[in-house]
């Protein structure tokens, strides 16, 4: 129960720091530079922020180095993450999974799931020393 509280946790740091990014990437980047290179520029950020959100976690709620712990962390707030993603987002943006899916541009669009898997794996492997 404790590794999907912190999920949760997870979850909620995560998300409200990519809501802020989100916003500063949609109103002032965009336009500057487009879609593409603003959300490149952000995924960095966001590894940083995981890694951090992670790490604050694990030691705060002593989530135990057991793999099946620390995946069960990642994987619940990835669900959450998911179910944010495509319920919230996509009901304020009047789109449906197949029109969000297909508007994604293919390089961003790659790195932005390549970072929900990192995302579920980051609990894994910090804190080990």
Known sequence: MQAFKAGA?????VFAAGFALGTVRTLWIVPRVGTRIAELLEA???LVVMILAAMWIV???????????RLAMGSTALVLMLVAEF????W???LSIRDYLATRDPVAGTVYYLMLVVFAAIPLVVGRR
Do not use: K, W
């Open 9 to 13: 946790i997870y979850f909620a740091l």
């Open 44 to 46: 960095p950020i966001m």
């Open 59 to 69: 030691l705060r709620f002593a989530v135990p180095r057991l793999s099946s712990a």
């Open 87 to 90: 319920g919230f987002v996509l």
């Open 92 to 94: 304020i943006r009047r």
